[in-house]
């Protein structure tokens, strides 16, 4: 499945192509040159006496860093060029590019080769949503250099390109003459240099990279080396998986994001191209997945967003006391006040995850400082939970926006149409989705934990213990629905049950939410053919009303949904069937070149044979990239007791053994082995026994129980 | 930045001015009577507000703990300077059109200059209002 554009990044800046190293930015085009929300370089196009060149290869290898190997065209099918061309191009601060020139023939080529370049200035969400400029642009000539720039009242953006070959400056682009001579070579060097008015501005600043020093490598990539050093180091049976982690490491490195108010400090943006930002559902998420293998993304992520907390009632930025951020944005259209990302609050799970994330942090590195650091951010976001998430008053956390501006659906399936019923209808607002219970349930547990061990708060953990057993019980009351046997994807509006089959249940397990009796229907749900695949859980069952195989929330299959359901599952003891899940979702993988992308088809394994492309998925996308982790660390077992690492593996055959070695965390370092015990040759799906059968069974069964 | 002209100059009674300054330095001496602010914890460092027209303050942070000190200038050291109109200082601490101090500074209308990475960790926890708004549907 190779990709037809080309993207590398380095922090929130990005460079999208096509294959032969050319922006053309369009309606139906999203690539360029985009930093800070903004695109600096709509236009960027090569051409040689007037010509596009054809594309011969394209190399990405690096995520910061692309090569475009063209020849000219020769009007016809053939390729037989005595010129051959290279572009070889860097990102960082804007970025560097290289244009090479190579004539294999005997005889000197004479040409001209015109790099057109234009700037549209527009904001991501300008981009997305096809909408025209406020302010006006300018361009001019400055001695050896062509400036592209916009204004919007005092607000300015600019872009800077200079050459160190002398080149024919118009404002429209770069021309040069050149001659090679015979089996010789013509090259120059190209800087695009990005600046910003405002909060932003830090001078016009040269790209990272340059080409006169060819020792000379992106910041990004020594810290590469040293990210890839301090991980795990994992040897297994399985090539495939080998490549999978290989591939995720380097993609969450760069997927890293500086953010400017906490130095230093790497925290994971959403994805690419269109998430290159703070996010707090997204870094929290990643963040934990990525624990095991990187715990000081989870510092960096919990400092940053406990500076953002919200600390007072604004409606614009759906801002309540004590919650947790939901994005943050740097554009245009978040300057003027056009979009509220500055930053928007509108998460419904972010407070409840930031908690959770808070207690594993510390059960993993033992970092009882950071703890008490953040104690006050997580009271508020206790106090945030008990209060103001509860909008309607009914005990359980809901959410609807304020404002026109703000997001419709505010949990992790945020599209309009995710919260449907069975019949395909929607829910009304406010709803209250069921994993984000589970996810504040298992944050009153965790901090139960930290007041009484860290904040020496016995009070507030009696207190929390005492809610968290009550929301658990009155949880498995109102939203089991004992007709299908699962429970509910929400309450609506309307104190209605949302009565779709989702992989909503599968984040209740995880969670721990789900009453012991009630947790193998649960999983009999997870593994029917309905939701499972083959290649994983679909978001929504097949039969339910709004099924869609390719609807973003109603039936794709999602990587890192899947990530949390199989550690669900190992939570309650159902060591295979978090194998199984564990095993599609890799299985899929090397059809995306060993890059999980944020969600693909729901169409069942047997008949497609190969994971369906979900269209406009984000890739890299980070709680995909950090997947693979998190399902290694459910293959292997690992969980903290105290400062010892348990190591309890359940890893399918077809793995065979996983060896990771140097795990950080509290005890220092330590290893973990496991091999290939668990036979998935065994049918894989479960079937739903008749409602009746099933009550009498949950009455007798010995389901096994929560891990912890 | 290139061909960047000025913006518009408004212009007040005297009265309105006493006003405006008058809100001004109050702002500051409520800041500084905050003493404590916990979401500035770990943040060490200076900030300079520079109002056009009325005058300067310097504001320190300290791992959580604020202190106001005004009229310095530039004898003191400052991290960061904030310079802007009055009339804009005032719109930003009121949330006017929910504008706050990022948003301003990102349009421009507020110049941040010094470190900006204490500016951003900064100016979002001093300088912001609360605004109108219900938290109940």
């Known amino acids: 499945m190779a990709s037809k554009t080309v993207s590398i990044l380095e922090g929130n800046t990005f460079v999208v192509s096509d294959r032969a190293g050319n922006i053309e930015a369009s309606a139906t085009d999203t690539g360029g040159l985009f930093a800070w929300d903004t695109r600096f370089l709509s236009r960027w196009v090569l051409t040689l006496d007037g010509v596009k060149p054809n594309v011969l290869s394209t190399d990405d290898l690096h995520y910061f860093s692309a090569q475009f190997f063209l020849v000219p065209g020769t009007g016809t099918v053939y390729v037989d060029a005595d010129l051959s061309i290279i572009r070889k191009r860097a990102v960082g601060n804007g970025f560097h590019e290289d244009v090479i020139v190579l004539n294999h023939s005997d005889k000197p080529a004479d040409h001209e080769l015109r790099l057109e370049a234009a700037s549209d200035f527009a904001d991501l969400f300008e981009v997305k949503d096809a909408l025209a400029k406020k302010g006006e642009h300018y361009s001019q000539v400055e001695g050896d250099r062509l400036m592209l720039g916009y204004r919007r009242e005092a607000f300015t953006r600019e872009t800077w390109l200079t050459s160190s070959v002398p080149a024919e400056m118009d404002e429209h682009g770069l021309t040069y003459h050149i001659h090679v001579e015979p089996h010789g070579q013509w090259s120059t060097g190209i800087d695009v240099a990005?600046?910003?008015?405002?909060?932003?501005?830090?001078?016009?600043?040269?790209?990272?990279?340059?080409?006169?020093?060819?020792?000379?490598?992106?910041?990004?990539?020594?810290?590469?080396?040293?990210?890839?050093?301090?991980?795990?180091?994992?040897?297994?049976?399985?090539?495939?998986?080998?490549?999978?982690?290989?591939?995720?490491?380097?993609?969450?490195?760069?997927?890293?994001?500086?953010?400017?108010?906490?130095?230093?400090?790497?925290?994971?943006?959403?994805?690419?191209?269109?998430?290159?930002?703070?996010?707090?559902?997204?870094?929290?998420?990643?963040?934990?997945?990525?624990?095991?293998?990187?715990?000081?993304?989870?510092?960096?992520?919990?400092?940053?967003?406990?500076?953002?907390?919200?600390?007072?009632?604004?409606?614009?930025?759906?801002?309540?006391?004590?919650?947790?951020?939901?994005?943050?944005?740097?554009?245009?259209?978040?300057?003027?006040?056009?979009?509220?990302?500055?930053?928007?609050?509108?998460?419904?799970?972010?407070?409840?995850?930031?908690?959770?994330?808070?207690?594993?942090?510390?059960?993993?590195?033992?970092?009882?400082?950071?703890?008490?650091?953040?104690?006050?951010?997580?009271?508020?976001?206790?106090?945030?939970?008990?209060?103001?998430?509860?909008?309607?008053?009914?005990?359980?956390?809901?959410?609807?926006?304020?404002?026109?501006?703000?997001?419709?659906?505010?949990?992790?399936?945020?599209?309009?149409?995710?919260?449907?019923?069975?019949?395909?209808?929607?829910?009304?607002?406010?709803?209250?989705?069921?994993?984000?219970?589970?996810?504040?349930?298992?944050?009153?547990?965790?901090?139960?934990?930290?007041?009484?061990?860290i904040w020496g708060n016995r009070e507030l953990a009696d207190r929390l213990e005492k809610e968290a057993i009550e929301l658990k019980l009155r949880f498995n009351r109102d939203y089991w629905l004992p007709d299908r046997q699962f429970f509910a994807l929400a309450i609506d509006g309307d104190g209605r049950k949302v009565d779709s089959l989702t992989s909503n249940i599968g984040h209740l397990l995880w969670s721990g939410i789900?009453?012991?009796?009630?947790?193998?229907?649960?999983?009999?749900?997870?593994?029917?053919?309905?939701?499972?695949?083959?290649?994983?859980?679909?978001?929504?069952?097949?039969?339910?009303?709004?099924?869609?195989?390719?609807?973003?929330?109603?039936?794709?299959?999602?990587?890192?949904?899947?990530?949390?359901?199989?550690?669900?599952?190992?939570?309650?003891?159902?060591?295979?069937?978090?194998?199984?899940?564990?095993?599609?979702?890799?299985?899929?993988?090397?059809?995306?070149?060993?890059?999980?992308?944020?969600?693909?088809?729901?169409?069942?394994?047997?008949?497609?044979?190969?994971?369906?492309?979900?269209?406009?998925?984000c890739s890299p996308q980070a709680w995909s990239t950090g997947a693979p982790l998190l399902f290694l660390r459910t293959l292997l077992g690992l969980d903290p007791i105290g400062d010892r690492l348990l190591v309890d593996p359940a890893i399918p055959l077809g793995i065979g053994s996983i060896q990771l070695v140097d795990i950080p965390g509290r005890w220092g370092r330590v290893d973990a082995f496991g091999r290939g015990r668990v036979d998935l040759s065994k049918a894989a799906s479960r079937r739903i026994a008749p409602a009746g059968v099933r009550a009498a069974r949950a009455n007798v069964s010995a389901t096994p129980g929560s891990a912890r | 930045m290139s061909n960047q002209n000025p913006p518009d100059v408004p212009r007040h009674t005297a009265e309105e001015t006493a006003n405006v300054n008058q809100e001004i330095a109050q702002f500051f001496r409520q800041a500084g009577d905050m003493r404590s602010q916990p979401r500035l914890h770990g943040i060490t460092g200076v900030c300079r507000f520079d109002l056009t027209g009325v005058g300067s303050w310097s504001v320190a942070a300290n791992d959580g703990e604020i202190t106001v000190i005004e009229g310095a200038g530039n004898a003191l050291h400052a991290d960061c300077v904030v310079a802007c109109g009055a009339e804009d200082f005032l719109r930003i601490t009121h949330g006017e059109n929910h504008l706050n101090l990022i948003t301003a500074a990102m349009q421009g209308l507020v110049s941040v200059t010094g470190d900006h990475v204490f500016a951003m960790a900064f100016l979002g926890n001093v300088v912001a209002a609360p605004v109108a708004a219900s938290h109940r549907l």
């Open chain 1, 194 to 453: 990005i600046r910003q008015s405002g909060l932003l501005d830090t001078g016009l600043e040269a790209p990272t990279y340059h080409s006169a020093d060819e020792q000379a490598r992106p910041l990004m990539q020594m810290g590469l080396d040293e990210w890839l050093d301090a991980a795990p180091k994992l040897t297994t049976d399985s090539e495939t998986l080998t490549r999978i982690y290989k591939r995720s490491l380097v993609d969450l490195a760069a997927l890293r994001f500086y953010p400017r108010a906490v130095p230093g400090a790497a925290i994971p943006a959403a994805g690419l191209p269109w998430f290159m930002t703070v996010f707090g559902r997204d870094s929290l998420i990643t963040s934990y997945q990525a624990l095991p293998f990187a715990p000081e993304m989870a510092s960096a992520t919990l400092r940053t967003l406990a500076g953002r907390q919200g600390r007072y009632f604004d409606d614009f930025r759906d801002e309540e006391p004590g919650r947790i951020m939901h994005e943050q944005r740097y554009g245009e259209m978040t300057a003027f006040l056009e979009r509220p990302h500055s930053p928007y609050y509108g998460s419904a799970d972010a407070t409840q995850l930031f908690l959770v994330l808070l207690d594993e942090y510390e059960r993993w590195t033992g970092d009882a400082d950071l703890v008490r650091k953040l104690e006050p951010a997580a009271l508020a976001a206790l106090e945030w939970i008990n209060t103001y998430a509860d909008h309607n008053g009914d005990g359980y956390i809901d959410y609807q926006r304020k404002q026109e501006t703000g997001l419709e659906n505010q949990c992790w399936k945020d599209s309009w149409n995710s919260i449907l019923f069975a019949d395909g209808t929607l829910s009304k607002l406010p709803r209250a989705t069921c994993e984000i219970q589970g996810y504040a349930y298992d944050a009153k547990v965790r901090c139960a934990r930290l007041a009484r061990e």
């Open chain 1, 514 to 617: 789900v009453d012991d009796d009630k947790a193998e229907m649960c999983v009999n749900h997870l593994m029917s053919d309905n939701l499972f695949s083959g290649w994983g859980v679909r978001t929504m069952a097949e039969g339910e009303g709004g099924y869609n195989p390719i609807g973003y929330h109603v039936g794709t299959v999602w990587p890192f949904d899947n990530s949390f359901i199989a550690m669900g599952l190992r939570r309650y003891g159902y060591r295979e069937e978090a194998a199984r899940v564990a095993m599609g979702i890799l299985d899929a993988a090397p059809y995306f070149e060993y890059r999980l992308p944020e969600a693909f088809g729901g169409y069942t394994r047997e008949s497609t044979k190969y994971p369906v492309e979900y269209p406009t998925a």
